[in-house]
T-cell receptor
Framework: AQSVSQHNHHVILSEAASLELGCNYSYGGTVNLFWYVQYPGQHLQLLLKYFSGDPLVKGIKGFEAEFIKSKFSFNLRKPSVQWSDTAEYFC???????????FGTGTRLQVTL | EPEVTQTPSHQVTQMGQEVILRCVPISNHLYFYWYRQILGQKVEFLVSFYNNEISEKSEIFDDQFSVERPDGSNFTLKIRSTKLEDSAMYFCASWAPRDLNEQFFGPGTRLTVL
C-alpha cells in the first residue's frame, strides 16, 4: 500500500520569504501526485498535480512542485509567500484512474506580515 | 463553477445514535468518495462508489458504515451506531474522467459524537 510523508508539520514564514514543503511517497509503481490546500474554514482545493511528462509542474497562485522519481519526492515551492497563503497544505498520491487518494499528514503554513 | 456540497456543516449526536451525512456531487460525475479527518490527523480514505456499488473501501469502513446514492443527485454516508472515535470532519469528493483525475472536494461535515 502507498503512503505519504510530509516532514514539516508547522512552518512559520515572513511575507516574501521562499517556501519549500517536503513530500515523499512510498509506492513501487506509477503514481499520480497532488498538492491540495485548505484555507481556514474552507474545503480542500487542488493546487497542482503531476501525472506524467515535465516533472516540474506549475499550479495556481504561483505554486510549483517538482517530481523527483529517484527520491520519491514531490516538494512544493513558492518563491515569495503572501499572508494569504496561510493554510494547511496536503500532499497526496493515487495509483490510477479514479483510485483513492492517500494523503500526508499536512503542513500548517503560517505567514506573518 | 460547479461544486460539491455537503449537509449539514456540523452534526452533534449522542453515542450509539445513527447519523446520515449528505453530499451532492458535481453533476455528471461518476465516482464518489468519502474521506474523514480526525482532528489533528491526516485525511483518510473511507470508501469509493461507482456505478451504484462500492468499488473500494478501507479498513475503517466497517459494518457500521454504509453508503448510498438514493437518487440521481445525493450521495450519503450512514453511520449506524456512532462511537466517540467517529468524531471527525467528513469530506465527500467526486470525479469524472474529463477532469483528468482531479477529485473535487466538498466543504465537509464536522461530526461530533458525545
Amino acid at each position: 500500500a502507498q503512503s505519504v510523508s510530509q516532514h514539516n508539520h508547522h512552518v512559520i514564514l515572513s511575507e516574501a520569504a521562499s517556501l519549500e514543503l517536503g513530500c515523499n511517497y512510498s509506492y513501487g509503481g506509477t503514481v499520480n501526485l497532488f498538492w491540495y490546500v485548505q484555507y481556514p474554514g474552507q474545503h480542500l482545493q487542488l493546487l497542482l498535480k503531476y501525472f506524467s511528462g515535465d516533472p516540474l509542474v506549475k499550479g495556481i497562485k504561483g505554486f510549483e512542485a517538482e517530481f523527483i522519481k529517484s527520491k520519491f519526492s514531490f516538494n512544493l515551492r513558492k518563491p515569495s509567500v503572501q499572508w494569504s497563503d496561510t493554510a494547511e497544505y496536503f500532499c497526496a498520491v493515487d495509483t490510477g484512474t479514479a483510485s483513492k487518494l492517500t494523503f500526508g499528514t499536512g503542513t500548517r503554513l503560517q505567514v506573518t506580515l | 463553477e460547479p461544486e460539491v456540497t455537503q449537509t449539514p456543516s456540523h452534526q452533534v449526536t449522542q453515542m450509539g445514535q445513527e447519523v446520515i451525512l449528505r453530499c451532492v456531487p458535481i453533476s455528471n460525475h461518476l465516482y464518489f468518495y468519502w474521506y474523514r479527518q480526525i482532528l489533528g490527523q491526516k485525511v483518510e480514505f473511507l470508501v469509493s462508489f461507482y456505478n451504484n456499488e462500492i468499488s473500494e473501501k478501507s479498513e475503517i469502513f466497517d459494518d457500521q458504515f454504509s453508503v448510498e446514492r438514493p437518487d440521481g443527485s445525493n450521495f450519503t454516508l450512514k453511520i449506524r451506531s456512532t462511537k466517540l472515535e467517529d468524531s471527525a470532519m467528513y469530506f465527500c469528493a467526486s470525479w469524472a474522467p474529463r477532469d483528468l483525475n482531479e477529485q473535487f472536494f466538498g466543504p465537509g461535515t464536522r461530526l461530533t459524537v458525545l
